[in-house]
């Protein structure tokens, strides 16, 4: 009987762990932080032993294989010693991939891939296909192929997630584009962070199909170092393309050999530039898979995108608050401060990445009236924005920030929470940045009397 060591026993680990108990492996689950008291009970339900506080090297190098949880790195210690005794270590998405029969449609990019992700779902899901959700949303991969399979699965992976690729071959897969993300993973290279990304396309072959960016520097980049196979088609909102997908006056105009599509762009319920990049890269994958230009209207006009997305949370004395948690990096919060008309109270702040904010120094410039640093290290925050904003505050606490944000709004402003970083410092993860958030707001009592 085969070894498996699951090192992480949160969502992706747990699916990894009873997928393999189910098929007939020996498994071992070792966190090195604290497992959860529900977490635990269902692996002693299933019967698989676990350990929580360290990794036991003993037991975890005398595994055929180790499926280890996206968040670390291959820098770790435990890693580190298993690849030096030439044991394989892989992503969840990996070992799943080998009990699925469904075809694949894989997204990734620096910006854009979760609502990609979840808009090609739902297109695909309106228009009849038996198709499934996973990835780096929703639920485990593998925890579903422990119920059922489908004809088609739309998974969202992260670089993170791609680099434990050794045999995963999308049949469609997209790239949204490439920015400088999670430089602190990669040493500080953009080529390793481009060379990441790019492994999502080398296994897949002429019969594949790949969306990309026509516009994206860093795409190009990969395109000229990597070997790639697949059938290309190119998205654009700015130039109209031969072969993918383009906006034209007032619609979206998609095309593949086998079929068309035109999408009045006022058909679509969500908003923004971005989003028009999104829809194309969806709206591509649905035409591919077979959807029809009268469903995806449809589809298009019935999708909701996910919490933390630039979400309306409340207006309060004409002073609206957004909701932008996900905008973990630089050039997702450019989308969500470029996206807005109005003055802006922006917070932002958290762990920082190796983010280089001179790319949003003219829209802070234009746009932001006040910025309140939400993190326990704000030092390099406020030196960017320092020569551009007057009023520069910080805090670590969300009610304050948004009791900050109550005060100095006035009726037509925007108060922001984007923070261009990661959360870890003061939150769990970003959603419950965002839930926090949204709490705070909430709790707001109108200043002015009806």
């Known amino acids: 009987m085969k070894q498996i060591a699951i090192l992480g026993a949160g969502e992706s680990g747990l699916g990894a762990a009873m997928l393999a108990k189910r098929n007939g492996f020996a498994v071992w689950v070792s966190d090195a932080g604290k497992i959860?008291?529900?977490r635990k009970a269902l692996l002693e339900m299933e019967e698989i032993p676990f350990e929580e506080g360290l990794h036991s090297e003993a037991v975890i190098l005398n595994s055929d294989l180790i499926i280890k949880s996206p968040g670390i790195p291959t820098s770790a210690s435990i890693v580190k010693k298993a690849?030096?005794?030439g044991i394989a270590v892989i992503d969840e998405l990996e070992f799943a991939y080998r009990f699925s029969a469904g075809k694949i449609i894989a997204i990734t990019g620096t910006n854009g891939k979760t609502t990609t992700t979840l808009l090609t779902y739902?297109?695909?899901k309106e228009a009849g296909l038996d198709v499934g959700l996973a990835g780096n949303v929703?639920?485990?991969?593998a925890a579903q192929l422990l119920e059922k399979d489908h004809d088609w699965w739309v998974i969202e992976c992260s670089s993170f997630q791609i680099d434990g690729f050794f045999s995963f071959k999308p049949s469609i897969a997209i790239l949204t584009n490439i920015t400088p993300d999670h430089m602190d993973r990669y040493d500080y290279q953009i080529d390793n962070y481009i060379q990441s990304k790019f492994r999502l396309f080398k296994n897949m072959s002429s019969r594949n199909q790949a969306i990309l960016n026509v516009a994206d520097p860093f795409t190009q980049e990969g395109l000229k170092k990597a070997k790639f196979r697949p059938e290309t088609f190119w998205i654009s909102k700015d130039q109209k393309v031969d072969k993918g997908a383009?906006?034209?006056e007032d619609a979206l105009v998609l095309k593949t050999p086998?079929?068309?599509a035109t999408i009045p762009v006022d058909a679509l319920s969500i908003q923004g530039e971005h989003n028009l990049m999104n829809a194309l890269c969806a709206g591509m994958a649905a035409l591919m898979a077979g959807v029809d230009e009268a469903s995806m209207i449809k589809a298009f006009g019935t999708f909701k995108?996910?919490?933390h997305r630039m979400e309306l949370i409340r207006e309060i004395d004409g002073v609206k608050f957004i909701n932008d948690s996900k905008g973990t990096n630089v050039e997702a919060t450019a989308y969500a401060l470029d996206a807005y008309k109005n003055p802006l109270i922006w917070i932002a702040g958290g762990v920082d990445k190796g983010n280089d904010y001179s790319v949003v120094s003219s829209i802070v410039e234009e746009k932001v009236k006040c910025l309140i640093c939400l993190g326990k290290d704000n030092e390099k925050l406020k030196k960017a924005f320092h020569p551009l904003i007057n009023d520069i505050r910080e805090t670590q606490d969300i009610k304050e920030a948004v009791s900050w944000g109550q005060l100095l709004g006035v009726p037509g402003d925007v108060v922001l929470l984007s923070p261009a970083c990661a959360s870890f410092d003061l939150f769990k993860n970003?959603?419950?940045?965002g839930n926090q958030f949204r709490a705070a707001v909430q709790e707001l009592k109108p200043e002015t009397i009806a």
């Open 138 to 141: 929703g639920k485990s991969w």
């Open 122 to 124: 739902h297109l695909l």
């Open 246 to 248: 383009f906006v034209s």
């Open 83 to 85: 690849l030096e005794e």
């Open 305 to 307: 995108n996910a919490p």
């Open 258 to 260: 086998e079929g068309s």
């Open 430 to 433: 970003y959603e419950d940045r």
């Open 36 to 38: 959860s008291d529900a």
